[in-house]
């Protein structure tokens, strides 16, 4: 069974660096699909800050033939052996929006989720630079309204300079997540959101865009001291 994982560690420079500029790649990695390596971003953070690029916590996105590969790959590779140091989540993927070239081989959807069960979120993005400040000044809400949303357990971004970047959300339901999406919270400017994609339909931010819905099958080490990230599933007594 293919699958995706998400991975976090808190490493040197070198180390991201090396990620970002000597990728993992399909034709180095046995089983793996894609890898996208980024520098973790506070999401909300200022523009000029250190906390939109962080060279000492390392992001990877990956897209795995099966979970074995995955292991071969934390095991028997250098950058593997780093992020089994970390942490990261195995994840079951359930539905797309968008199109995303590396992904091309996804269906838009496998099955629904339960919109009372826990959700995983991943935004794949490649920028139209022209696009920059627009992008901006439409995003940087939306990414203060997700970080402080009470319904996440783990929010943040990952950027690799120049075009790249990423969202990833643990949300304890699949139904507080949409809420946000359309805008049907009750919070302060709950709208955020959906006037952010109204405007990207008028005139798109980047030449490629995706997100992923997806459901957590395995959660792995520690990311900042804290762990257990992914709500667990509560099973019915009858």
Do not use: C
């Not at 500029?21 to 399909?26: A, I, L, M, S």
């Not at 009372?116 to 000044?137: E, G, S």
């Not at 997700?146 to 996440?152: I, S």
């Amino acid at each position: 069974m293919k699958i995706f994982s998400y991975h976090l560690i808190e490493t040197t420079p070198s180390t991201t660096l090396g990620a970002i500029f000597r990728p993992p790649t399909r034709r180095r990695i046995i089983g793996l699909r894609h890898a996208e390596s980024m520098t973790a971003m506070t999401l909300g953070s200022p523009i000029l800050s250190s906390a939109r690029m962080q060279l000492r916590n390392l992001a990877v996105f990956a897209y795995w033939e099966n979970e074995e590969a995955l292991d071969d790959f934390l095991k028997a590779t250098k950058l593997g052996r780093k992020l089994s140091e970390g942490w990261h989540v195995r994840l079951k993927f359930l539905r797309q929006w968008g199109q995303f070239s590396k992904f091309g081989d996804l269906p838009e959807k496998v099955t629904d989720a339960d919109p009372a069960q826990p959700i995983v979120a991943v935004t794949l993005a490649r920028l139209k630079i022209p696009q920059l400040r627009r992008f901006i000044h439409w995003g940087k809400p939306v990414e203060e309204q997700v970080r402080d949303h009470p319904g996440t357990t783990l929010a943040m971004a990952a950027i690799r300079p120049p075009r790249t970047f990423s969202t990833f959300s643990i949300w304890n339901s699949q139904r507080e997540m949409t809420d946000m999406v359309h805008g049907r919270d009750s919070f302060p400017r709950a709208d955020r959101h959906s006037k952010a994609m109204s405007e990207r339909n008028r005139k798109d931010f980047h030449y490629e865009f995706t997100t992923f819905r997806f459901r957590a099958i395995a959660e792995h080490g520690t990311w900042k001291e804290k762990s257990n990230f992914v709500p667990k599933i509560e099973t019915p007594i009858n």
